[in-house]
């Protein structure tokens, strides 16, 4: 409880800085709706010289769409601003010394702490899309379906939460490694079916460096549902993705012995 009234008085303050700047506001919406907007024409031009992409419909591929751009905002919105230049702002600049000294854990305090409310707007054009996929979907989803999709969702935010983690935590061995136009780059993978990769590809999408969990996999299950096996194996991905974290974490802060060094 004391992690989700931090969570929250950091949102919250977050959410204060930014609607004082109405003009950043109208450049995100506008930004969102132009990106989101050439995805989905771009997708609508596939589909008419074909019917599948990969055994995925032109509906399932809006509601993988629609998925990757909820799970692509959230992270936008509470991962990104603390991660994504973790080796120059924790590292470099001596951010974490403070975090260090704080009563809560260090994890937190440097994964979570800060927000990005505005980045939410691409969660609301996901919904859009998300429910205009299912809408055009010959079967609508089950009860079963939903539920496994906001399960599978959890597990995807705790993968893409570790997987940012992990990269940060090469910080404290090589504070001058930048990755993030890498990880940046690899991400956009998530918002096509692993059907349409090379089998070594799949595979590396789908154990190594899972991304398939970020979109792919809750989207089938929430049209076709998912095996009580499946479901079971990617939640221990996500729980040994975590743990995995965790550890990179600790082990980096035994290295680290302050911003100056």
Request: charged fraction near 10%; hydrophobic fraction near 55%; include cysteine.
């Amino acid at each position: 409880m004391k992690l989700l009234r931090l969570f929250g008085a950091g949102f919250s303050m977050s959410l204060r800085r930014s609607v004082a700047f109405r003009v950043n506001l109208l450049f995100d919406v506008i930004l969102a709706f132009t990106g989101l907007g050439t995805t989905i024409a771009a997708v609508l031009i596939v589909f008419t010289r074909t019917d599948t992409v990969g055994g995925w419909s032109k509906a399932e591929f809006l509601v993988l769409i629609g998925t990757y751009e909820l799970i692509t905002g959230l992270r936008s919105a509470f991962i990104d601003p603390n991660l994504s230049w973790f080796p120059d702002n924790g590292i470099r600049n001596g951010k974490l010394d403070s975090y260090l000294l704080q009563p809560a854990p260090s994890l937190f305090l440097a994964s979570l702490s800060l927000s990005s409310p505005l980045a939410l707007i691409g969660c609301a054009l996901g919904a859009s899309v998300l429910g205009w996929g299912i809408s055009a979907a010959a079967e609508k989803p089950s009860l079963y379906g939903v539920l496994s999709w906001l399960l599978l969702m959890g597990a995807g935010l705790v993968v893409t939460w570790a997987l940012s983690v992990l990269l940060a935590c090469l910080a404290f061995w090589a504070p001058k490694l930048q990755l993030d136009v890498f990880y940046h780059s690899a991400w956009q993978l998530g918002r096509y079916p692993t059907d349409v990769f090379a089998r070594p590809i799949r595979f590396a999408l789908t154990y190594v460096f899972p991304l398939a969990l970020i979109a792919a996999v809750p989207s089938a299950a929430l049209l076709n549902g998912a095996g009580l096996a499946q479901l079971t194996g990617w939640l221990l991905i996500a729980l040994v993705a975590a743990g995995l974290a965790q550890l990179a974490w600790r082990a980096g802060l035994r290295r680290y012995t302050g911003a100056t060094s």
